[in-house]
Structure formats: C-alpha cells, structure tokens
C-alpha cells in the first residue's frame, strides 16, 4: 500500500491548486447565500447538484490527463523501474483521485448541511447527493483510466464519453435495466433530479451496481496498463 500512497499523495500535490480553486468557490457561494435575508431551497439544491456534477467531471478528467502528463514528463518509467507494479501505479492514481474527489464532496456536504440547517431541510438529504456522486466518481475514473492507458486523451475523452452514454442507447433494448450498466450517467441524472424533498429516495441496485463495476473496470484498467509500452515517446 506504500507505493500506491505516494503516487496518490504526489497526485494530490500536482493538483492542489484545482483543489484549492474548488474550495474557494464553494465557500464563497456558502457564504454569498447565508448573507441572504432569505435562502431559497432552490438555490441550495442548485449548488450542490452542481458540485456534486463537477465532482464526477473532475474524477474523469483527473484520471484521462494523469497518465498522459506521465508518460509525457518521462516520469513514469522513473516510478515504475523502483519495483512499483503496474497495479500499484493504477490503484495509487486511483486513490489519489478519489481522496481528492472525497475531501471535496465533503466540503460541499458541510457547506450545504450548513446552509440547509438555515431553511430546515434534511441534511440526510445532502449526504445522499454526494453519496452517489462519490460513487459515480468512482466509477467514472475508472472507465477514464481504462482509455487513458490506450489512447491520446481527446481520443480518451471522446471513447469516455461514449461509454458514460452507453445506458442511454440500451434504454430502447433493455428498458429501466439499461440504468444498472455503467450506471455514470443514470446516477449523474439521480442527482439532477434530486430534491431536498424527504421523499427523495437513492436507487440502492444502481449504487451497488456502480461500486462493482467499478470494481470490475478497475481491474480491466490495470489489465490493459500492464499490455501498454510505455517506453514509446508521446507528444
């Protein structure tokens, strides 16, 4: 586990000033809405669908610039020749995603428990939206990661992209059952969807269904990682 924490902390430390531009701009439309003589619920919920969205768009966008920059730098061959594994460099990329994306989720939860408290709606609620965007994250890096090993990034983004739609063209052939196949995009709309309203309730088989298959992909991404040249120069 060693190795795999210091390609994620090295992982955190490049990206520190996105983290620290993202928390600026929660705190301050925190702060913008508690000024408010009155706080519309709308514009809580607003907020932090929005967040919890940018949550999922940075995991996958973390995770498809990454190795790229790696290979790039020359870096990687570095790592890798000081008896690191293919497997430990995917998981510690991985980890260093997610503990960014987490650390972020939370800020957005105390944030929007903090102003949900002002309009007495559920903080159960927030912690629900960032669940499932915490889950979508996951799976959305994983799925990145897989075509970021094979592929230049646009191409990368664009076969992500792709893949994240897939629920949407198999709704015709597979009805609500589409929403359990790499379920980035049926959870992401949970999330739009998502009211303050106590009623609002989580899907748990797309939840469970996007922790294994993130689960499942991560292994196909560590598969196709370790078939990769990395020697071969990049632009």
């Known amino acids: 586990m060693r190795p795999m924490w210091l390609i994620g902390g090295n992982l955190i430390r490049e990206q520190r000033w996105l983290a620290l531009v993202l928390a600026f701009y929660v705190l301050t439309m925190t702060v913008f809405l508690s000024r408010e003589s009155r706080i519309a619920a709308g514009d809580v919920a607003f907020l932090v669908k929005q967040q919890a ?53 939370a800020l957005v939860f105390l944030a929007g428990a903090f102003l949900a408290r002002r309009i007495d709606v559920p903080v159960v609620q927030v912690g629900w939206m960032m669940l499932v965007a915490l889950v979508a994250a996951l799976l959305a890096a994983t799925i990145a990661l897989v075509f970021a090993s ?3 990034p646009v191409l990368a983004t664009a076969a992500t992209g792709l893949i994240v739609a897939l629920p949407m063209a198999l709704e015709a052939v597979l009805g609500h059952r589409a929403e359990l196949v790499l379920p980035v995009y049926s959870l992401s709309m949970t999330i739009a969807r998502s ?30 990682f370790s078939l990769k040249d990395i020697a071969v120069a990049v632009e």
């Open 150 to 152: 094979l592929l230049h």
């Open 195 to 224: 009211t303050f309203d106590i009623s609002w309730k989580v899907a748990g088989p797309m939840l469970a269904a996007g922790v294994a298959e993130a689960a499942v992909v991560g292994m196909l991404a560590v598969a196709v």
């Open 53 to 105: 969205i940018y949550a999922v768009l940075f995991s996958a966008m973390l995770a498809l610039s990454t190795i790229h920059n790696e290979r790039k730098t020359r870096r990687i061959l570095a790592v890798l020749s000081k008896s690191v594994t293919r497997g430990q460099y995917i998981g510690g990329l991985l980890l260093g995603i997610m503990v960014l994306i987490s650390s972020y989720c």
